[in-house]
């Protein structure tokens, strides 16, 4: 049944199909004729015209631009580096700066060390009397923050760094520097 639906198909459209599609198929069509067109005598109106005199402007004169230089900014550095006053405490104060930390203080340093995970640097100071505990956060590359506390005989400092650093203490008659 297909077959034959398929076959009957195939053989009407070939029937009408052409050599060329492409070529424009003949019909005999005739064009409309075009209707004349009515005209009228058109009126003309007599229209007055005035000259105005015109000034001759001379060509304005060709002026050579310069590329006008401007002045450079000058910035500052971003990077330079105050020193912050982390603990004035009655015993012992602690400044920052840019590349060691300053620390003041008569107390003789019993021992140092650095811990890793997270870093750190503590420095243990001998004395008796009662040191309340501390803590503040730093905001700077090297240092993060900064603990004291108490212990029996001791204080201690801890501070908390941004990086694994290698240190080195230097006795100072104000007390100690640390270098970063």
Same mark, same amino acid.
């Given at each position: 049944? +297909?077959?034959?639906?398929?076959?009957?198909?195939?053989?009407?459209?070939?029937?009408?199909?052409? !050599?060329?599609?492409?070529?424009?198929? !003949?019909?005999? /069509?005739?064009?409309?004729?075009?209707?004349?067109?009515?005209?009228?005598?058109?009126?003309?109106?007599?229209?007055?015209?005035?000259?105005?005199?015109?000034?001759?402007?001379?060509?304005? *004169?060709?002026?050579?631009?310069?590329?006008?230089a401007?002045p450079?900014?000058?910035?500052? +550095?971003?990077?330079?580096?105050?020193s912050?006053?982390?603990?004035?405490?009655?015993? /012992?104060? /602690?400044?920052?700066?840019?590349?060691?930390? *300053?620390?003041?203080?008569?107390?003789?340093?019993?021992?140092?060390?650095?811990?890793?995970?997270?870093?750190?640097?503590?420095?243990?100071?001998?004395?008796?009397?009662?040191?309340?505990?501390?803590?503040?956060?730093?905001?700077? +590359? +090297?240092?993060k923050?900064?603990?004291?506390?108490?212990?029996?005989?001791?204080?201690?400092?801890?501070?908390?760094?941004?990086?694994?650093?290698?240190?080195?203490v230097?006795?100072k008659?104000?007390?100690?520097?640390?270098?970063?």
């Open positions: 049944m +297909k077959k034959i639906v398929f076959l009957t198909l195939f053989f009407s459209l070939t029937l009408f199909a052409r !050599e060329n599609p492409f070529v424009p198929f !003949e019909q005999n /069509i005739q064009p409309k004729p075009i209707p004349p067109k009515i005209t009228q005598p058109i009126k003309q109106e007599t229209q007055i015209v005035k000259t105005i005199p015109i000034e001759k402007i001379e060509p304005a *004169k060709k002026v050579i631009k310069k590329p006008i401007k450079k900014k000058k910035y500052k +550095k971003k990077n330079t580096f105050k912050k006053m982390l603990f004035n405490g009655e015993f /012992i104060k /602690i400044k920052l700066f840019k590349n060691s930390i *300053k620390i003041t203080t008569q107390d003789k340093m019993l021992k140092h060390f650095r811990l890793t995970h997270p870093n750190r640097l503590v420095f243990d100071f001998e004395r008796f009397d009662i040191q309340k505990p501390f803590s503040k956060k730093i905001y700077s +590359k +090297k240092v923050q900064l603990n004291l506390s108490h212990h029996d005989y001791f204080y201690r400092a801890t501070f908390k760094l941004g990086k694994n650093r290698k240190y080195k230097i006795k008659s104000y007390g100690y520097l640390i270098l970063l």
